[in-house]
């Protein structure tokens, strides 16, 4: 409207420098009026004050009015918030906290995200995947071999590649972030974990599975029977030992039918093998 009317206050006196150019909008003056009589939506369910939610990084997201705000900065008693979509959206809505007051700068250019607010309300009132086995003690974490000796991260049923670690904590990476373009990652500090971001792409059921399977399974050296060659060898220890009278070799202890040609060529081959 460009209305230029100015006032100024000192005190209880009020000085009005120019006349408005337009009506007075009653209408949004009555409904101002009564926001300031009720309660906010935040302090409905909790008289102490505002309500607090958790990030996924472990901070704290500020709800008000079913709007989410991020921390940006504190000074003394006062804390500053920006809202949650101001990078998404470009909303430029601010807020300050100070106990139990919140007093907001600037309005939203966006509608609240009620879906957004239910999940993150959801997650704070339900224990971690981990824990809803038994709350006493958590669940030890998946791991799977990967084709060259490393490991996956099973979380969930998607499989996570490792990235780097510091200190504590392991930093893991989407499986499937170079084939397609999946930004999720996930840090694991002992047996809990922190997933950053959502997935691109339903979890590979059939790759999970095939992964488990193989990691059952012995190796191939491991496939043959270990107990034949350890049978064979305790026989020939015995039979070397225990010679019977009339057999010149071991061979002819083990197998009494032998020809004495053939016996003779398997010890020769025995002895060269020996040396």
Known sequence: MGCRSRAITQGRRVTVMRGHCHPPDLGGLEALRQREKRPGTAQRGSPGGPEFLR????????????????????????VYWTCRDQARMGCRSRAITQGPRVMVMRRHCHPPDLGGLEALRQREQLPSPAQREGSEAPQPLEFLRTSLGGRFLVYESFLYRKEKAAGEKVYWMCRDQARKGCRSRAITQGPQVTIMRSHCHPPDLAGLEALRQRERLPSPAQQEDPGT???V???????EVQTPQGADTVWGALFPGLPASLEKVESTQLNNESQ
């Not at 008000?64 to 003394?76: I, N």
């Not at 060898?233 to 039979?239: G, K, P, S, T, W």
């Open 55 to 78: 990030t996924p990084l472990g901070g704290s997201f500020l709800v008000y009015e079913s709007f989410l705000y991020r921390r940006e900065k504190a000074a003394g008693e006062k």
């Open 233 to 239: 060898d305790e026989a020939l220890c015995q039979a």
């Open 229 to 231: 060659d350890r049978a």
